[in-house]
């Protein structure tokens, strides 16, 4: 049952149900669970299943594990269920998590591809020898703190591994890339 009604809770967040996350939460409470595993737990799906579309989520969960440590019990239940309601609340988005997998996917099929090296540091006088460094545009010094340049490696430069999800705010992020990027 212990990862059956871990299971229900987090499906139930996911699903936008507070009153189905609420309760799973009071099942666990009510069971004994380590309120540390239930935290952790409400952490995962702050970035996996809230992600950017409420990039809050993520520091009201992380504050939640916090409480927990200086709260203990039974006190620390209602930071879990404040967070519980937050996260079930919030838009959802997978993005991040979907990113992660793509660029991890890359990294399989094309292994490990030489850093760029306008991208490379050089703290030696054998590495400036070497052009590491030469050629890098320092954003700052640009106008809106952005210039166009290759960040990628070579074999991969049009690689995209993160899109945007339908939400307000990856949308918002999105159309900010496209002034930028142009591309």
Known sequence: MHYDIISAFIKSIRGSDPDGAIYWLARMVAGGEDPKF????????????????NPNALLLANACFDAIHKIGWPEGRIALAETTIYLATSPKSNSAYEAIGNALAE??????????????????????????????????AY???FVEQDFLPEAIN??????????????????????LWKK
Not at 124 to 135: E, I, V
Not at 158 to 179: C, G, H, T
């Open 38 to 53: 239930i935290a952790r737990r409400l952490l995962i799906s702050a970035s996996e299943d809230i992600g950017l579309a």
């Open 107 to 140: 990294v399989a099929q094309s292994g490990n591809l030489p850093v760029p090296l306008h991208l490379r540091n050089a703290p030696t006088k054998l590495m400036k020898n070497l052009n590491y460094g030469q050629g890098y545009k320092y954003a700052h």
């Open 143 to 145: 106008e809106g703190n």
């Open 158 to 179: 049009d690689k995209k591994f993160w899109f945007a999800q339908n939400n307000p705010q990856e949308l918002k992020i999105q159309e900010y890339m496209k002034k």
